[in-house]
């Protein structure tokens, strides 16, 4: 069971992925909305998978002993009256909300899952046994290019540079802008919700397009339609040090060149790395510019596949109760 955190139909994250290899291993999984619905408490979205409209009423049900797994560490507290058996702390990022709690939630759960290297390392002092659970790729789904193009895609002018995934505290949005200002000519297309205050600098640059969140699988339509695709992370964000995004890996499998600032995860791949704006931009023009080797981006999109998210995640669930 996976508490309110957010909506299934929105953004595939980790937790998605997870939990559909859970039932497709043979477990019956409930997933709970955040958006409540009073007209439609279950319903089944998959074979031995349901979505939960009203947790509340959940919790008035007569629940079998559960296995439940969480991100969000306050969810902890819902053990007990979940009669939950096992109790699964993933630790997915590091964002300063969640961490004061991790102490706490360390010692809760039966078991800790860690996305990555440097979240373990980071964990492993409040819980030896943590255990690592890295992310993985949905590689089938990103590696095929669409017939058609999305029109917010083909209406601009080559060369188009994919923004992916949510517009967080953890994006250079600075970095992102100075690259915009200094390649005029080049638009930058962003997909998918806007969470950063810095935002505003680029709603003023005609070259930066932002057309919000769109479904999953239309994502990777956005990537192919482009010519490179970008992750500006801020170099001084611990939550961007310790990641090792999907996105990181999904856009690998496109064969785009990907080009990465402030993700050392990207760097120890031997992807692009720009630390600064300067750096950022320089990067950007050169891979642009047909400086890139086509033989690196197929050795990454090779590791990417090695990272198949069915075969991945679906090891995490084997010998689950």
Known sequence: MYPPTFDWHRM?????????EAARAGHGVIFCNFTRR???????????FYVCHNFELLQQADLPEAVLYCNDPAHLALAPRLKATRTIFDVIDDLPAWRPQWPHACA?????????????????????????????????HWVTSPEQQPIAAEVLPHPRVAVIGRIGEWVDVPA????????PETHFLLVGPVENVDYFQADALYNIHCVGERFYPLLPSYVHACDAALIPYRAD???????????????????????????????????????TPDELTDTLRAVLGGEWDRARSEHLQQTAAARLWADSWRAAWRGAA
């Open 38 to 48: 009073n007209d439609r408490a279950m319903e089944s979205v998959g074979e031995r």
């Open 176 to 183: 992102l802008c100075a690259a915009a200002r200094a390649m």
């Open 12 to 20: 595939v994250q980790r937790p998605h992925h997870l939990l559909w």
């Open 108 to 140: 809760a759960a039966t078991e800790v899952w860690c996305a990555s290297e440097e979240l373990l390392a980071r964990v492993r002092p409040l819980r030896p046994d943590a255990r690592l659970v890295p992310n993985a790729c949905d590689f089938s």
């Open 237 to 275: 964000s611990d939550t961007a040090k310790a990641a090792e995004p999907l996105k990181l890996w999904n856009l690998l499998a496109t064969g785009k060149p990907v080009v990465a600032s402030g993700l050392p995860a990207a760097a120890r791949l031997g992807g692009t790395l720009a630390t």
